[in-house]
């Protein structure tokens, strides 16, 4: 190997760091509380990230999720594209299982719970590879995402209210995903292969 | 002697009145106020209770003309009408499974609580408005109350065709700092209800009543004759 194919190797290395770097995408915003009751008990929490510049999000690989709840157990977090309607959405294939699931410790009582804990202490919840590129290509075609929290206990009266008194009540998510490379690093980076796999050509036939 | 004129006009009046009526509120209302419970039971396929605390109620009573409760309620927005839940009465500590199985007295009350001005999907601290009670469930709670030694009833809401509502014990928020750590807050929700007591009067207050009109309107009468003699006499 020549000094000029260990320049070339470096330069990929370097790309393809760039291409997949890690993106980090956050909003909190307030609960709307509306429940729905059919094969789902269903709770709307809202659409996040329509502000952020979700253009360059990959897969998504690992998440938080804070919301506050109320008569819940193991309800599931869902992403997806629609926000009225969940046994329609889900049905239609629009409403993707993020992994996360809430309860509440106390029955009676309204709780935040956020999952899987302090990022401080604790690593993001690892996303299932088949969600994290559903969630990735929806944040990136659409632009944002809806979330839920639905069962399929039918029995279920959980709730997710919207404020108390005349404060309001928030979820939050936290997604962390790859970077999916511009047309531009990719024409670097083939560039860049393309001259390596060149030299390293002429070398071997010299 | 003026004075003691309008005294006994108002001595006098203020008896007659009692001898007018069945009952007689004195003092106006009594509150007492909880923290909220937050048990929620659900009834059959459509209905379910949620208890909202339990409350005290000392000094005298014969009975309960009215009341009033201000609570923090969670509730669906179709909680209106007859799907609004309705405010009950029970014994102290006594589990309320099912509204058709009835340990110890319960009293069902005519205050409902309903989602309205403004509609919402949060917790609210609702002020009902006063709501009348008939005499047998006046006299139902006042025995429910008067059967515990601290005159503690427990209130519930109820339902047979709602299940989306209920009256939390606790709200415990949970807020990310920029460092990543999370603080915990904790509020305590509590209700008020109210009550306007009923003395009925005793068989001897009504002839007390009567014999001190009596006495009175004797009096009032020669007072008046006195003057009129002196007056004559001066002349």
């Given at each position: 190997?020549?000094?000029?194919?260990?320049?070339?190797?470096?330069?990929?290395?370097?790309?393809?760091?760039t291409?997949?770097?890690?993106?980090?995408?956050?909003?909190?915003?307030?609960?709307?509380?509306?429940?729905?009751?059919?094969?789902?008990?269903?709770?709307y929490?809202?659409?996040l990230?329509?502000?952020?510049?979700?253009s360059?999000?990959?897969?998504?690989?690992?998440?938080?999720?804070?919301?506050?709840?109320?008569?819940?157990?193991?309800?599931t977090?869902y992403?997806?594209?629609?926000?009225?309607g969940?046994?329609?959405?889900?049905?239609?294939?629009?409403?993707?299982?993020?992994?996360?699931?809430?309860?509440?410790?106390?029955?009676?009582?309204?709780?935040?719970?956020?999952?899987p804990?302090?990022?401080v202490?604790?690593a993001?919840?690892?996303?299932n590879?088949?969600?994290?590129?559903?969630?990735g290509?929806?944040?990136?075609?659409?632009?944002?995402?809806?979330?839920?929290?639905?069962?399929?206990?039918?029995?279920?009266?959980?709730?997710?209210?919207?404020?108390?008194?005349?404060?309001?009540?928030?979820?939050?998510?936290?997604?962390?995903g790859?970077?999916?490379?511009?047309?531009?690093s990719?024409?670097?980076?083939?560039?860049?292969?393309?001259?390596?796999?060149?030299r390293?050509?002429?070398?071997?036939?010299? | 002697?003026?004075?003691?004129?309008?005294?006994?006009?108002?001595?006098?009046?203020?008896?007659?009145?009692l001898?007018g009526?069945?009952?007689?509120?004195?003092?106006?209302?009594?509150?007492?106020?909880a923290?909220?419970?937050g048990?929620n039971?659900?009834l059959?396929?459509?209905?379910?209770?949620s208890?909202?605390?339990?409350?005290?109620f000392?000094?005298?009573?014969?009975?309960?003309?009215?009341?009033r409760?201000?609570?923090?309620?969670?509730?669906?927005?179709?909680?209106?009408?007859?799907?609004?839940?309705?405010?009950?009465?029970?014994?102290?500590?006594?589990?309320?499974?099912?509204?058709?199985?009835?340990?110890?007295?319960?009293?069902?009350?005519?205050?409902?609580?309903?989602?309205?001005?403004?509609?919402s999907?949060?917790?609210?601290d609702?002020?009902?408005?006063?709501?009348?009670?008939?005499?047998?469930?006046g006299?139902?709670?006042?025995?429910?109350?008067?059967?515990?030694?601290?005159?503690?009833?427990?209130?519930?809401?109820?339902?047979p065709t709602?299940?989306?509502?209920s009256?939390?014990?606790?709200?415990?928020?949970?807020?990310l700092?920029?460092?990543?750590?999370l603080?915990?807050?904790?509020?305590?929700?509590?209700?008020?209800v109210?009550?306007?007591?009923?003395i009925?009067?005793?068989?001897?207050?009504?002839?007390?009543?009567?014999?001190?009109?009596y006495?009175?309107?004797?009096f009032?009468?020669?007072?008046?004759?006195?003057?009129?003699?002196?007056?004559?006499?001066?002349?």
């Amino acid at each position: 190997m020549t000094r000029a194919n260990h320049a070339c190797f470096a330069l990929l290395i370097l790309l393809s760091s760039t291409a997949f770097g890690e993106i980090t995408l956050q909003e909190t915003k307030q609960q709307s509380g509306i429940a729905e009751q059919g094969t789902y008990r269903a709770v709307y929490l809202g659409r996040l990230f329509g502000t952020q510049d979700t253009s360059q999000i990959g897969q998504i690989t690992g998440m938080y999720g804070q919301v506050s709840i109320q008569r819940a157990t193991n309800v599931t977090l869902y992403g997806g594209d629609g926000g009225v309607g969940f046994d329609t959405l889900i049905s239609q294939g629009k409403m993707i299982d993020t992994g996360l699931r809430f309860s509440n410790t106390n029955q009676s009582s309204v709780e935040s719970i956020f999952l899987p804990g302090a990022p401080v202490f604790t690593a993001p919840f690892s996303v299932n590879a088949a969600a994290g590129t559903a969630l990735g290509n929806l944040l990136r075609n659409k632009g944002s995402m809806d979330f839920w929290l639905a069962t399929t206990d039918q029995t279920s009266t959980f709730t997710a209210p919207s404020s108390v008194g005349a404060t309001p009540k928030n979820f939050y998510v936290q997604f962390r995903g790859t970077a999916v490379p511009e047309p531009a690093s990719w024409l670097l980076g083939c560039t860049a292969a393309g001259m390596g796999w060149l030299r390293l050509r002429r070398k071997s036939k010299a | 002697m003026a004075i003691a004129r309008l005294f006994l006009v108002l001595l006098s009046f203020s008896l007659l009145t009692l001898g007018g009526k069945d009952a007689v509120s004195f003092g106006g209302a009594i509150s007492s106020t909880a923290d909220q419970n937050g048990f929620n039971f659900l009834l059959g396929q459509t209905g379910a209770v949620s208890k909202i605390g339990t409350f005290e109620f000392s000094g005298p009573a014969d009975s309960y003309s009215q009341v009033r409760l201000r609570n923090w309620i969670e509730m669906s927005p179709n909680s209106v009408g007859a799907n609004a839940p309705i405010l009950v009465f029970a014994k102290y500590n006594v589990f309320f499974p099912d509204y058709s199985i009835i340990f110890g007295p319960v009293v069902t009350t005519n205050l409902s609580v309903e989602n309205v001005n403004p509609v919402s999907n949060g917790i609210e601290d609702r002020q009902s408005a006063w709501v009348n009670l008939t005499p047998s469930q006046g006299n139902a709670l006042r025995s429910i109350v008067a059967s515990d030694p601290l005159g503690r009833v427990d209130a519930w809401l109820y339902s047979p065709t709602n299940r989306d509502f209920s009256t939390p014990d606790v709200d415990v928020s949970t807020e990310l700092t920029p460092d990543g750590e999370l603080i915990e807050t904790t509020f305590v929700f509590t209700a008020t209800v109210e009550l306007v007591p009923l003395i009925v009067p005793e068989p001897s207050s009504y002839l007390v009543a009567t014999g001190l009109s009596y006495v009175f309107f004797r009096f009032r009468r020669r007072s008046r004759r006195v003057p009129e003699e002196g007056v004559h006499d001066a002349s």
